[in-house]
């Protein structure tokens, strides 16, 4: 099977939460993106704030992750909110700004509105978008497909 590479759109604080915890949530909880993604998928965090609500302008690839196995779950975050979650190998990789990649990014159809794209919180992105970005974070070729 093929690599796939996706990615997600999730505030700093949520990513680290993510992270932490070695698992991936997306799109307020829903099951359909993480569904999409299968083992050995890749998993790109961009983060736009650095809290959900109030945090602060950050736009920044946050972190870098390898899909774990096949299960999709719910884990219950509260009583009223049971998200579904994914299992991720999250790699070593720094933070990097978007800002500086948006000419080069094959996603990104028109600069002047590079934000566009990312609006529903997870899309697929070429092999080589995934390198760029890749790179960029100093995600040792080692884990690199």
Not at 73 to 99: E, G, H, L, T, W
């Amino acid at each position: 099977m093929t690599t796939r590479y996706w990615l997600g759109v999730v505030s700093r604080s949520h990513v680290e939460r993510g992270v932490a915890g070695g698992f991936a949530q997306l799109c307020h909880g829903k099951a359909a993106p993480l569904k999409r993604m299968r083992i050995g998928d890749y998993l790109i965090y961009y983060s736009p704030k650095t809290d959900m609500d109030d945090g602060d302008p950050l736009q920044m690839f946050t972190a870098i992750g390898i899909v774990a196995d096949n299960l999709v779950y719910q884990y219950a975050m509260s009583a009223d909110f049971v998200p579904y979650r994914r299992n991720i190998q999250y790699q070593s990789c720094r933070a990097a700004p978007i800002k500086p990649l948006i000419s080069q990014l094959g996603f990104i159809k028109d600069p002047a509105h590079w934000g566009a794209p990312l609006r529903f919180g997870h899309l697929e992105i070429s092999a080589a978008d995934f390198q760029l970005i890749a790179s960029a974070m100093q995600l040792s070729p080692a884990h690199r497909p």
